[in-house]
């Protein structure tokens, strides 16, 4: 069973640093996609950052392009989410999601863009929330 566990969210001033962890258990293989989705109040959930575990690549959304940096430490199976110079506007429930369909390292802007509906696993949402 593949389990994701969130961690690393809290309040944080605007212009700061945050960094979330995301630890996957279960995966049958190396080869899976992990990464980052949020939902602010009233808003839908949107991708934020994705990671390819199997070479790396990453995918990232024009709203957070700059200012986050996904990485992965596939000895621990846990990727991070470093969020530097924070807006109010990053103040959202954030949520690590993974998913290990076939060559997915080449799709990651298609997995990991909207609402995350292509992203099979899920863990708890942690929240950020960024004072002005």
């Known amino acids: 069973e593949v389990q994701l566990q969130a961690s690393g969210g809290g309040l944080v001033q605007a212009g700061g640093s945050l960094r979330l962890s995301c630890a996957a258990s279960?995966?049958?293989?190396?080869?899976?996609?992990i990464g980052w989705f949020r939902q602010a109040p009233g808003k839908d959930r949107e991708g934020v950052s994705c990671?390819?575990?199997?070479?790396?690549?990453?995918y990232y959304a024009d709203s957070v392009e700059g200012r986050v940096t996904i990485s992965s430490d596939n000895a621990r199976d846990t990727a991070y989410l470093q969020l530097d110079n924070v807006k109010p506007e990053d103040t959202a429930v954030y949520y690590c999601?993974?998913?290990?369909?076939?060559?997915?390292?080449?799709?990651?802007?298609?997995?990991?863009?909207?609402?995350?509906?292509?992203?099979?696993?899920w863990g708890q949402g942690t929240q950020v929330t960024v004072s002005s």
């Open positions: 999601a993974a998913e290990s369909a076939p060559n997915i390292h080449v799709g990651l802007p298609y997995y990991c863009s909207g609402s995350g509906r292509y992203m099979d696993y």
């Open positions: 279960g995966f049958p293989s190396d080869d899976y996609a």
């Open positions: 990671i390819s575990t199997r070479d790396g690549r990453t």
